[in-house]
């Protein structure tokens, strides 16, 4: 039988170091909606998603309710919207439509985020893909909850560069639509390498065509309890490190499987995945920072901090593992900067620069999160950082993204604050030197050699 | 058997266990297992009980021992033991 020490343990895990479950993320099949008659199209995919996700909230409410653990989101994600309008879509502004139709569905059923307004184009586009790119701007302008996503790269097809030049320039228009609001409209767009079909986390979660008619996908986190576990164990061996960082990881995210079945009864809807992530938040005690501080380095971004997240993020997987029967998305350690304190502190201390963080993006679970730089950096600079980091993906067969706000108007020196779940932050320098010459090349990168598995 | 854990949480002073039991008798919750310590003055109270014969579900259940607890000036949390053992049961 349980014993009073495990109670307190657990309780003091949700007390006091904010261990919750991060989000519970119905994913919904529009597959079905598909019309040409564009109101059709939009009342089918109201219906559709209204009809599934009405109880999502309450359930969540419920759940969190008699187990005692806080669910902080609850969120949609849908089948990316470029296949979905391909028929009934015939410029930009019907894809906006949609846009707004899955921003009323999304308030009137209570979630805080949608995502799915994507396209993957990883090797090429349709029209129907270009057009909806093409609306991204006016679209996350113009609604408040929806989030969209690009799929430019993978292993397998290698990297669509006319996508990611097209991107660099629908990022400076997105931040220039949204400028009076310090661009965030680019902090509801990310760009992929390798996107996962499951992944709960926005902004970058879609519905994958791979995936049933409707699933439950749940994020956990734990920053806090990772580091708390560490303080009592520190100047010991990697291998005890290791151990406590895994036992930890295996704790969080059996609430999270727990979590994840019972939603997944009460909503009648099948269990898709836990995503095992380390998905640090603006609150004092939820960082990842903090951990990699407590691993041993001064300020993330010392020497050493990327060989500390690399063990970090796989020790958590290999905790993960054996707690959940279904593991996916993203699964690792998140390095946003806005989103955690510590790597605030770090890029204001001088430790943290967007080259350190693009080496972390090697070993981390997702990429260059939620860095906002300066408002006049240009779209093939954009588009120049955003190629790397898709290669690192592509070579190194992960998932990699890219989520960079250029605040019109604020450069090196400032800060921003996106209010929220999306923090604040000083604005980051960025490489001078052009790369025009590279981006502007029309095609693509061909996939790397050790993509030839047949 | 429908297992809730509930727990208190405090600085001690008289009558704590009786209101707590008193609440749950009334209900017809069944208690299985208690364990009691005081830690510098503080009380810590972990009960086992079931709510298979309750009159009320773990909802209102949560709720009424959460108000009891500020009339008492603990705080006390309902939670289903499932959250405990998937954590600390392999």
Known sequence: MINISEVSETNEMIEKENLDVRTITMGISLFDCISDDLDTLNKNIYEKIYNSAKNLVSTGEEIAKEFGIPIVNKRISVTPIALIGASACKTSHDFVSIAKTLDKVAKDVGINFLGGYSALVSKGMTSADRLLIESIPEALSTTDVVCSSVNVGSTKTGINMDAVRLLGDIVRKTAEATADNDSAGCTKLVIFCNAPDDNPFMAGAFHGVTEADRIINVGVSGPGVVKTALEKVRGESFEVLCETIKKTAFKVTRVGQLVAKEASVRLDVPFGIVDLSLAPTPAIGDSVADILHEIGVEHAGAPGTTAALALLNDQVKKGGAMASSYVGGLSGAFIPVSEDQGMINAVNAGALTLEKLEAMTCVCSVGLDMIAIPGDTKATTLAGIIADEMAIGMINQKTTAVRLIPVIGKTVGDTVDFGGLLGFGPIMPVNQFGCENFVNRTGRIPAPIHSFKN | ?90
């Open chain 2, 1 to 90: 058997m429908n297992k809730i854990i509930i727990t208190v949480v405090g600085k001690d002073t008289v009558g704590i266990i009786a209101k707590v039991c008193t609440y749950l008798a009334d209900k017809g919750i069944n208690i299985l297992d208690i364990s009691q310590t005081i830690v510098s003055g503080f009380f810590n109270m972990m009960m086992i009980v079931d709510m298979s014969g309750s009159k009320v579900d773990i909802s209102d259940a949560s709720d009424d021992l959460e108000k009891l607890g500020e009339e008492i000036g603990v705080v006390i949390k309902c939670q289903r033991e499932e959250i405990f053992d998937s954590m600390h049961r392999i």
